[in-house]
Nanobody
Framework: QVQLEESGGGLVLAGGSLRLSCAAS????????LAWFRQAPGKEREFVST????????DYADSVKGRFTISRDNAKNTLYLQMNNLKPENTAVYYC??????????????WGQGTQGTVAS
């Protein structure tokens, strides 16, 4: 059983940066593929990025490529998402997820509660 908790959300101006963290308060993340999803007001939850359990393979939604970077520190049991050059349309609740295999779909075993990121124009 894994329990995930996101942090690092907040309010920034367009062009600014946020660094999200996802820590496992219970269980180990080292054997799981990890992902970030987001849900904007009135929209479906959507894929943002994934990282393999080794940290070697990463994948990104086209809309965030070149601006967002996913990483993991298995020793710290933590997942990160560095978000640069943020745009107002990036405003959303960001969720981390852990599962046996990485995917763009919502088929992950464990989810955090989410952290709000708001980008003001």
């Amino acid at each position: 059983q894994v329990q995930l908790e996101e942090s690092g959300g907040g309010l920034v101006l367009a062009g600014g940066s946020l660094r999200l963290s996802c820590a496992a308060s219970r269980g180990s993340l080292s054997n799981y593929g990890l992902a970030w999803f987001r849900q904007a007001p009135g929209k479906e939850r959507e894929f943002v990025s994934t990282v393999s359990w080794t940290g070697v393979s990463t994948d990104y939604a086209d809309s965030v490529k070149g601006r967002f970077t996913i990483s993991r520190d298995n020793a710290k049991n933590t997942l990160y998402l560095q978000m640069n050059n943020l745009k107002p349309e990036n405003t959303a609740v960001y969720y981390c997820a852990a599962g046996a295999a990485v995917s763009h779909s919502h088929t992950y075993d464990y989810w955090g509660q989410g952290t709000q990121g708001t980008v003001a124009s």
